[in-house]
């Protein structure tokens, strides 16, 4: 990404300099603040962004038009994070390179969005890597890739059975030193995985990306079903409550693939499997005056976690309809209905 504007005056949100946010400070509205969707804190940074973010994995089979014509969607319906990893697109960093090429940024318009990273996943080979030579050289070749100086965040991907927090607490330690990564976070963690990386990550942990969706609503499921014996949803996968843990902690949780059906490839809207809960979106889409996609959307921005939904459309239409869902409250009958209208019970 390159532009001819001269360098941006517009200092960067508080953390990126002095390593990050003192309790107590003012709450921080960066430059690019969305005015059109609800914003939510990002983690502990005191920088707010957009509840929906645009999820970058599914561009690689995009022109450089395509690309361009999502971005200018996302950035008009109010979206300010794009959400990136490493081994998206197969080649590894290949989403990166083709977002970089397609989207042009002058500084200003750099310091108004957010570029997220992930690093971890050794994709081809189906092992995770959390040692430090593996984490600085993943996000010093995305920020080759995307043609920036710095990721805004870095997520570790996924959790690493060999991890050793020193190292990657060196390793962030290093990224932020060099002004090359911003902020910190991680994604399909447990509480207890949280809280071993903070033995040794003295950053705070900002965001933590989880798999989410009505129909693969486990995280939610097990709270509410935690002492029902024989319920299947009692059985706890994530170490007991990772929505409360993050509420605790401040992390914002990001729901990745919040319209797919979960273990099965494909979406829930519309799918003859879920006639009930299809038939109940259409019913509160008609009632609000949006689409089903709105609706579905709106389940995981109701939560008062106060989640980002990270879509993975590849078409500029759909980010328009998912974002009317950001701000649509919808009541708690309406909320529970959909659950159950997924499958779960409410014992
Ligand atoms: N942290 C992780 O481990 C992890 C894992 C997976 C994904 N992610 C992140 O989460 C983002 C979202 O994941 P996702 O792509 O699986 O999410 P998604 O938004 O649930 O699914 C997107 C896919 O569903 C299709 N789709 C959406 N609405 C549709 C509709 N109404 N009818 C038919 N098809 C529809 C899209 O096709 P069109 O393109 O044609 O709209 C696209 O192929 C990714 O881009 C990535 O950034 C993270």
Redesign the pocket.
């Known amino acids: 990404m390159s532009g001819s504007e001269p360098a941006s005056t517009v200092t960067a949100w508080p953390g990126a300099a002095a390593g990050r946010r003192l309790v107590g400070d003012p709450p921080y509205e960066h430059p690019g603040a969305s005015t059109l969707m609800r914003t939510v804190p990002f983690g502990p940074t005191g920088r707010n962004a957009a509840n929906i ?7 690689s089979g995009s022109t450089d038009e395509e690309i361009r014509a999502l971005y200018t969607a996302a950035r008009e319906a109010g979206v300010d994070v794009f ?3 490493d081994i ?1 697109g197969g080649e590894r960093h290949l989403c990166e390179r083709m977002f970089g090429r397609a989207v042009t940024l002058t500084p200003s318009e750099r310091e108004q969005i957010m570029l997220q990273s ?1 690093t971890g ?1 050794i994709a081809g080979e189906s092992y995770y890597d959390s040692s430090y030579e593996h984490i600085v050289t993943s996000a010093e070749e995305s920020l080759t890739a995307l043609g920036t100086d710095y990721l805004d965040v870095l ?1 570790i ?2 959790p690493d059975a060999l991890v050793e927090p020193d190292e990657v607490a060196r390793a962030f330690d290093d990224l932020e030193a060099s002004g090359k990564v911003r902020a910190f976070g991680v ?2 963690h447990t509480p207890r995985q949280i809280d071993l990386l903070r033995t040794a990550v003295t950053q705070p942990i900002t965001v933590n ?3 989410l ?1 009505i129909t693969h609503s486990t995280v939610v499921a097990q709270g509410l079903a935690s002492n029902m014996a024989g319920e299947e949803d009692s059985v706890t996968r994530d170490g007991g409550g990772i929505l409360d843990y993050c509420r605790l902690h401040g992390i914002t949780v ?1 729901a ?5 059906k979960g273990v099965e490839p ?2 829930f ?2 799918a003859d499997e879920y006639p009930q809960l299809n038939a109940e979106l259409d019913r509160l889409a008609a009632a609000y005056d949006v ?3 709105a609706v579905a959307t709106a389940w995981i921005t109701r939560h008062p976690a106060g989640m980002q939904v ?6 500029p239409e ?1 980010i328009g ?2 974002a009317a869902g950001s701000d649509l409250p919808l009541t708690r009958a309406e909320w529970y209905g959909l659950l159950k209208a997924a499958g779960h019970t409410i014992p």
């Open positions: 973010v645009a999820g970058m994995m599914r561009i959400d990136h990893a998206y992930k996943i997520l991907h996924r994604s399909n990306q989880i798999q969706s990001q990745w693939s919040p319209f797919q494909g979406v809207l519309g689409t089903p996609t990270v879509l993975g459309t590849t078409r759909r309809e998912a």
